[in-house]
């Protein structure tokens, strides 16, 4: 039943540790302050422990699943589309009636649908506005830390989301998160409808493996709820069509969508004008406008019309830095700053915040930098539209002010499409298996998840690089690629 030795093995491992993962979150994961209907509450410390355990088990369960899986079909197994499909049902199931899990984000979301429901301006306000005992309440009560009363940094299109599934369930708590878990499955789904369309025919099978089954996706979309997932899969859409299907208007007005869940998917249009500038006639200066401006204009367009049609307001605008405020570990400018100000301090007295905040700057101005020049390699032929896409969002996410483990996400799925058994696709693999366990089920991030980040690291760049068999034959080799057989799509 456990054997690993075929695709069916894997899946039945990997859902075994989903069900772990869920059952470990019934016991510590970030449960809401109030549940009128007694199914989620903190179970105190001497049951939560054992929950953190059992969700660490069921994610090694699953990384070794899908580690393996990837293996199989490296070596060449003719893994079906129907059958990644199945193993996507199976490794998701267990998770959608769990609590949430890994971060207490979707009651920020939930409360933010209750202020528009009720009128608030969620661009000035934050979710502390809200009656205790009125619509969203309870979600205002479960929203952690600081987030209470700042205000959303998030487009119209995912507010009018929230708002829909608040006035659907009456801001109930338990409804309204398993609402916004549908919304999640359907992100899944786009990413995997999209993936079929974006990758070439022959690495169909090591697409959908990186880039819809990663474990780092399930843990932090299906179990997270967190609104990258909708992002990743109507920006990978409007991509596909704008590059693969020729229907750049179509694909740019989805990322324009997309950017109306969170603004850095407003990337991908960049990469859509440089495959409009290479297909249009006519002289340079023709090319290049259209290509600037077109996805753009069109971009632009539907912005302003999903605003107005939300009747939130133009305030999304000025509220995209407020992210940026948060200082995460993962992030490496951020770190940099951090200490060189506090040296600073220790050496002259000078202020740390404004060496903090040039260090910062510095990071996304290199990250421009790097954007613009794959940009350019693109528009040269050098590289796949698609794939110069997916590493811009790598250098602008190693390089941002704030760095969440599910933001890599922005990156791996096109990645996945272009180059999934390649060097980047590799890296991205090992990234995936680590930053699974940086978060902890109830949300925080413990000193021990970044222990066992490190040394699920370590263990894939040792197996990726030995090529030799280990910890029972648990490996992606290179030599062999997915793409020397064609999977069928049946």
């Given at each position: 039943?456990?054997?690993?030795?075929?695709?069916?093995?894997?899946?039945?491992?990997?859902?075994?540790?989903?069900?772990?993962?869920?059952?470990?979150?019934?016991?510590?994961?970030?449960?809401?302050?109030?549940?009128?209907?007694?199914?989620?509450?903190?179970?105190?410390?001497?049951?939560?422990?054992?929950?953190?355990?059992?969700?660490?088990?069921?994610?090694?369960?699953?990384?070794?699943?899908?580690?393996?899986?990837?293996?199989?079909?490296?070596?060449?197994?003719?893994?079906?589309?129907?059958?990644?499909?199945?193993?996507?049902?199976?490794?998701?199931?267990?998770?959608?009636?769990?609590?949430?899990?890994?971060?207490?984000?979707?009651?920020?979301?939930?409360?933010?649908?209750?202020?528009?429901?009720?009128?608030?301006?969620?661009?000035?306000?934050?979710?502390?506005?809200?009656?205790?005992?009125?619509?969203?309440?309870?979600?205002?009560?479960?929203?952690?830390?600081h987030w209470t009363d700042t205000p959303a940094p998030y487009g119209p299109v995912f507010l009018l989301l929230a708002k829909a599934v608040v006035s659907a369930t009456g801001g109930q708590i338990v409804p309204a998160v398993l609402g916004m878990r549908l919304v999640a499955v359907a992100a899944l789904a786009l990413v995997f409808?999209?993936?079929?369309?974006?990758?070439?025919?022959?690495?169909?099978?090591?697409?959908?493996?990186?880039?819809?089954?990663?474990?780092?996706?399930?843990?932090?979309?299906?179990?997270?709820?967190?609104?990258?997932?909708?992002?990743?899969?109507?920006?990978?859409?409007?991509?596909?069509?704008?590059?693969?299907?020729?229907?750049?208007?179509?694909?740019?007005?989805?990322?324009?969508?997309?950017?109306?869940?969170?603004?850095?998917?407003?990337?991908?249009?960049?990469?859509?004008?440089?495959?409009?500038?290479?297909?249009?006639?006519?002289?340079?200066?023709?090319?290049?406008?259209?290509?600037?401006?077109?996805?753009?204009?069109?971009?632009?367009?539907?912005?302003v019309g999903a605003t107005l049609l939300a009747g939130t307001g133009f305030g999304w605008l000025r509220t995209q830095s407020v992210a940026g405020t948060i200082h995460t570990a993962l992030s490496l400018t951020s770190d940099l700053g951090v200490a060189l100000g506090e040296s600073m301090y220790f050496l002259s007295g000078a202020e740390p915040d404004p060496v903090k905040r040039a260090v910062q700057a510095m990071g996304l101005t290199l990250a421009i930098a790097l954007i613009a020049y794959l940009a350019s390699c693109a528009a040269r032929g050098l590289l796949d539209p698609p794939h110069a896409l997916g590493l811009a969002f790598l250098a602008?996410?190693?390089?941002?002010?704030?760095?969440?483990?599910?933001?890599?996400?922005?990156?791996?799925?096109?990645?996945?499409?272009?180059?999934?058994?390649?060097?980047?696709?590799?890296?991205?693999?090992?990234?995936?298996?680590?930053?699974?366990?940086?978060?902890?089920?109830?949300?925080?991030?413990?000193?021990?998840?970044?222990?066992?980040?490190?040394?699920?690291?370590?263990?894939?760049?040792?197996?990726?690089?030995?090529?030799?068999?280990?910890?029972?034959?648990?490996?992606?080799?290179?030599?062999?690629?997915?793409?020397?057989?064609?999977?069928?799509?049946?």
């Open positions: 039943m456990w054997s690993l030795r075929s695709v069916a093995g894997c899946r039945r491992l990997g859902a075994a540790g989903s069900v772990a993962v869920a059952l470990g979150g019934w016991a510590a994961g970030t449960m809401p302050a109030r549940d009128p209907w007694g199914l989620w509450f903190p179970r105190g410390a001497d049951t939560a422990r054992p929950g953190v355990l059992l969700a660490c088990a069921g994610l090694t369960l699953l990384v070794v699943a899908w580690w393996r899986y990837g293996r199989l079909i490296a070596e060449g197994a003719v893994v079906r589309v129907r059958a990644t499909a199945a193993t996507l049902g199976w490794w998701t199931a267990p998770l959608l009636l769990a609590p949430p899990l890994y971060s207490a984000d979707v009651y920020s979301y939930i409360a933010q649908g209750a202020m528009v429901v009720e009128g608030h301006d969620v661009y000035r306000s934050g979710p502390n506005v809200l009656a205790p005992d009125g619509v969203g309440g309870a979600a205002a009560a479960s929203v952690g830390g409808w999209s993936l079929l369309r974006l990758a070439p025919r022959r690495a169909t099978a090591g697409a959908l493996w990186l880039g819809a089954l990663n474990p780092l996706l399930l843990v932090h979309v299906a179990g997270g709820l967190h609104n990258d997932g909708l992002m990743v899969g109507l920006l990978l859409a409007g991509t596909a069509l704008a590059v693969r299907g020729g229907r750049w208007v179509a694909g740019s007005a989805l990322v324009a969508l997309a950017m109306m869940i969170k603004s850095p998917a407003a990337l991908a249009l960049l990469f859509i004008g440089v495959v409009v500038g290479r297909e249009t006639s006519g002289p340079l200066i023709r090319r290049a406008a259209k290509g600037l401006l077109g996805p753009g204009a069109v971009a632009g367009a539907v912005a602008l996410v190693a390089l941002s002010p704030m760095v969440q483990p599910w933001y890599l996400l922005w990156a791996v799925p096109l990645l996945a499409a272009t180059a999934w058994n390649r060097r980047t696709g590799r890296a991205v693999t090992i990234l995936s298996a680590g930053l699974v366990y940086v978060t902890a089920p109830d949300g925080r991030t413990p000193a021990y998840g970044f222990a066992l980040a490190v040394v699920a690291c370590a263990i894939g760049a040792q197996l990726l690089l030995r090529r030799a068999d280990f910890a029972a034959g648990i490996w992606l080799p290179s030599p062999r690629r997915a793409e020397d057989r064609e999977p069928s799509r049946a």
